[in-house]
């Protein structure tokens, strides 16, 4: 008894009747939308109509659960049905209970200053009152005609069901459009992850580099920078410092050295020679603070390098397609470009004093962080944080990668079959 009158107070107040909050709610969204400016004419209409249907649905359901569970023949007989435990009708009875006072203050103006008052809207006037004289025509004349569509879908709830059916099997239904939904999306994600994620470094540097170069040649094209009015200022490179051409020449050599080498000591030799030499561009510039950081990078770096290259196999000659050469081809000569322009944009006089960040970052660093050097003021103050993630990052790829290469030269030796023979296999820690 107690459950079937939480059940039916519960079920009243969802249909919409008076004297419940359900009652309340709906003439609010019924006079809502008869006064609302947000749409007008025939979709308005429609809107209001959908809303009337849909409460008739939800008026059929709810005398569907009182009549199904406690009366009428569709009622199912339960050998064991017993009254529910205090843990499970208390919450039940604590909502209804809600139901039944708010309504019942629709009496009075309790309930609609309530709801006022917890309006998102400051400025909120929902008119709610139970009181006959207080009520609206037009919304009592969308009450009665969900209540008699309601009872009307009651009635004829069996050929509800039967049309209920036939549009199930014509139509698919929300959970198989979502299932199937889902699966597409599956379905993307595998083909997208097969096409990109392959563990090629070739592939992987070729989406990164032409990314990069597209977008910096995008930038210069959207940015309306003209290449005919560039007027780089390389005048201490060529008439004052030999030793700058000099290095620029050395540098080419050794990116193509770098570029053709055959095993990867040589390969590593090659890049550590174009890092430093880049490092001793700075002594062009008379900037004694970078070199020196640099060329620490560049050792750091080195060490590194040939740590890892101890473990690695030789090179192999790969062969690729013409396809893959001509891509490699476009991506390097689109890096090629968008690095030559910037070179020419950075050293250009109108591009370099009005885009320049340089005197604040001397001032700041002579006069906030009282520093006598900018450079290192700059990495140890102003970009301390990304110098020490930047330390962290070279620090842990390195261990992990001469982690990994450790693992598999041990895996391989252990796996020889000169070994399988004469030791016994170790777990693996």
């Not at 008076?18 to 709610?25: A, C, D, I, K, T």
């Not at 009592?140 to 050929?159: E, F, P």
């Not at 476009?330 to 960040?357: H, P, Q, W």
């Not at 001469?402 to 030791?423: A, C, M």
Request: net charge negative; aromatic share 10%; glycine share 6%.
């Amino acid at each position: 008894p107690i459950t079937r009158t939480i059940l039916v107070l519960a079920a009243l107040s969802m249909a919409g009747l008076p004297p419940f909050f359900g009652f309340l709610s709906k003439e609010t969204l019924y006079h809502g939308l008869l006064h609302t400016e947000a749409v007008t004419g025939a979709t308005k209409w429609l809107i209001i109509s959908m809303s009337v249907l849909a409460n008739a649905f939800v008026f059929a359901v709810s005398f569907k659960l009182i009549f199904g569970l406690f009366g009428g023949d569709e009622t199912e007989k339960a050998e064991h049905a017993h009254e529910a435990g205090k843990g499970l009708w208390m919450p039940a009875a604590a909502v209804v209970s809600m139901v039944v006072i708010f309504g019942l203050l629709g009496f009075t103006p309790g309930t609609e200053n309530l709801v006022n008052w917890l309006s998102s809207d400051p400025d909120a006037h929902n008119h709610m009152s139970l009181l006959p004289w207080h009520w609206e025509l037009q919304p009592v004349v969308l009450s009665l005609a969900t209540i008699i569509t309601g009872i009307a879908i009651y009635q004829n709830r069996k050929l509800v069901i039967a049309m209920q059916d036939a549009i199930a099997n014509a139509i698919p239904s929300m959970q198989a459009i979502w299932d199937r939904m889902l699966a597409c999306v599956t379905w993307g994600a595998t083909k997208f992850a097969d096409n990109w994620q392959r563990g090629s470094l070739r592939w992987y540097f070729t989406g990164i580099l032409g990314f990069l170069a597209g977008m910096t040649l995008l930038a210069f094209f959207r940015s309306g920078l003209q290449f005919k009015e560039l007027n780089p200022d390389i005048d201490d490179a060529v008439n004052k410092t030999w030793y700058g051409i000099a290095l620029c020449v050395m540098l080419c050599f050794s990116a193509m050295i770098l570029v053709r080498a055959k095993t990867r000591l040589q390969a590593a030799v090659a890049a550590t020679a174009t890092g430093f030499l880049t490092s001793l561009l700075f002594v062009v510039y008379r900037s004694p603070d970078i070199l020196l950081t640099q060329i620490l990078i560049e050792t750091v770096s080195t060490i590194f390098v040939l740590l890892i290259l101890y473990f690695m196999p030789p090179f192999r000659k790969e062969n690729m397609t013409p396809i893959t050469r001509v891509t490699s081809a476009i991506v390097a000569c689109s890096v090629g470009l968008a690095m030559f322009l910037c070179v020419l944009f950075v050293t250009d006089d109108k591009f370099r004093y009005e885009n320049n960040l340089a005197d604040d970052y001397l001032a700041r660093a002579f006069d906030e962080a009282d520093g006598k050097n900018a450079v290192n003021v700059i990495i140890v103050d102003f970009r301390a944080i990304d110098t020490t993630g930047e330390v962290l990052v070279l620090v842990t790829v390195g261990m992990l990668v001469f982690g990994l290469l450790r693992s598999r030269r041990k895996n391989k030796v252990d796996d020889s079959p000169e070994t399988t023979e004469t030791t016994e296999p170790t777990p693996n820690v």
